[in-house]
């Protein structure tokens, strides 16, 4: 299977700390995204990170990206419980149908008031 | 920014008989569409790539029989699940790809096959 792993597969935290959310990937890639899915819902897209890039930040999110390892991490800072969700990254893959994505295994995060 | 929807967001159906989804891009045309399905706490998997005016790819161990898909406009795809059965139960979600810009996903639509 192409599809990417997450790690951990669920993380739960209380409201003002960090989270972090590992991606690994198995193909070269153009650019890597991460969605966020609440349950029984559609995907919101929260931040794309292209390929010759390193760091990305977006409010309180961080995203990192490392080529070569093939790995993302997602970082929330000052979570909140209504980051409560489950958390996708995505990729295309280099030399396929650029538009076609392939999801990770998702990290469920709860967080606590 | 884009909207995707999709209807119906819940259809509730006899095994054995056929249901219809649709996915519209609201203010874009898009040439490519995608349906993924997702199983009750897993990830989403692509299903097959919806061109505009030609057939559909398919992605592997999908039937291209029990799933047809059309798209026939600029502006909407439609899924189609034939012969229903309960195990086709799940999530179904569409996207679209606004061309330079990230791809837009539908709200999802929930079968459940009785």
């Known amino acids: 299977s192409q599809q990417g792993e997450e790690d951990p597969q669920a993380l739960s935290i209380q409201e003002g700390e960090n989270a972090t959310m590992n991606c690994s990937y198995k193909?070269?890639?153009?650019?890597l995204q991460w969605y966020r899915q609440n349950s029984g819902r559609g995907l919101v897209h929260l931040i794309l990170?292209?390929?010759?890039?390193r760091e990305k930040h977006s409010g309180r999110l961080r995203v990192t990206l490392d080529t070569s390892k093939k790995s993302s991490s997602l970082l929330i800072t000052a979570s909140r419980a209504a980051d409560t969700a489950s958390y996708f990254c995505?990729?295309?893959?280099?030399?396929?149908?650029?538009?076609?994505?392939?999801f990770g295994t998702g990290t469920r995060l709860q967080v606590f008031p | 920014g884009a909207v995707v929807s999709q209807h119906p967001s819940r259809v509730i159906c006899k095994s054995g008989t056929s249901v219809k989804i649709e996915c519209r891009s609201l203010?874009?045309?898009?040439?490519?569409m995608f349906w993924y399905r997702q199983f009750p706490k897993q990830s989403l998997m692509l299903m097959a790539t919806?061109?505009?005016?030609?057939?559909?790819?398919?992605e592997q161990g999908v039937e291209k029989d029990k799933f047809l898909i059309n798209h026939a406009s600029l502006t909407l795809s439609t899924l189609t699940v034939t012969s229903a059965h309960p195990e086709d139960s799940s999530f179904y979600i569409c996207?679209?790809?606004?061309?330079?810009?990230?791809?837009?996903f539908g709200p999802g639509t929930r079968l459940t096959v009785t």
């Open positions: 996207s679209a790809r606004v061309p330079g810009y990230e791809q837009y």
């Open positions: 193909t070269s890639i153009n650019n």
């Open positions: 990170i292209r390929s010759n890039e």
């Open positions: 995505a990729t295309d893959a280099v030399g396929y149908n650029t538009d076609k994505l392939i």
């Open positions: 203010d874009f045309q898009a040439t490519t």
């Open positions: 919806s061109n505009e005016g030609s057939k559909a790819t398919y």
